[in-house]
């Protein structure tokens, strides 16, 4: 099958070519998509390297499993592909040690309030930069929540914690998250 690279907008049309192992079709969806799953990356992985790494295994995945994807509409193929880089994230927080991501051995910090002024102030690669200083469990939990849309079943379900563990991690990232801007501004 020879790809039509005048169709190349449509996700349908890319996916089917995908499935049929087109190599051009592939690098199209990559590059669609790759500075996004990056950026998702780097928001559960503190180090550039490793995070790079989980991306390349993302798309490995991805690609492997095209052929079992039902496109859905505009904005499925992304969705899918979040969903796996996400699964890809947490599998390799989980494998870099053998300790849980979440523990309850935590300083608690102090909630000073905030201040919209000094949020504003800060940039987008500013946040990451402090989201990434996140302790690992915290910033899994926050991400999952505040980004992913899941709630704190789903969390307990997916990190094999509790509910009431998930809601303590993210208490403890949003207060840690405050403390950093406050020292930031």
């Known amino acids: ?40 990356c780097l928001r559960y992985i503190s180090d550039v390297e490793d995070a790079k790494e989980v991306l390349m295994d993302s798309f490995y995945s991805f690609f492997k499993k095209i052929d079992t994807f039902t496109y859905r509409g505009a904005g499925s193929v992304k969705a899918w592909l979040k969903r796996i880089v996400v699964n890809q994230c947490l599998m390799h927080l989980r494998n870099k040690s053998n300790k849980p991501l979440l523990t309850e051995d935590v300083t608690k910090f102090e909630n000073k309030g905030s201040n919209d002024s000094i949020l504003d102030q800060l940039s987008v690669k ?60």
């Open 1 to 40: 099958m020879n790809i039509d690279l005048s169709n190349t907008n449509d996700e349908a049309y890319l996916v089917k070519c995908c499935q049929n192992n087109e190599p051009v079709a592939q690098k199209i969806l990559y590059n669609k998509y790759v500075e996004d799953m990056m950026l998702l």
């Open 126 to 185: 500013d946040i990451m930069k402090l989201l990434q200083e996140l302790p690992e469990g915290y910033r899994v939990v926050f991400n999952l929540y505040v980004f992913e849309g899941m709630n704190h079943r789903e969390i307990g379900n997916l990190l094999e914690v509790s509910e009431s563990t998930s809601k303590s991690q993210l208490h403890r990232a949003r207060k840690m998250l405050q403390e950093k801007i406050l020292l930031t501004g």
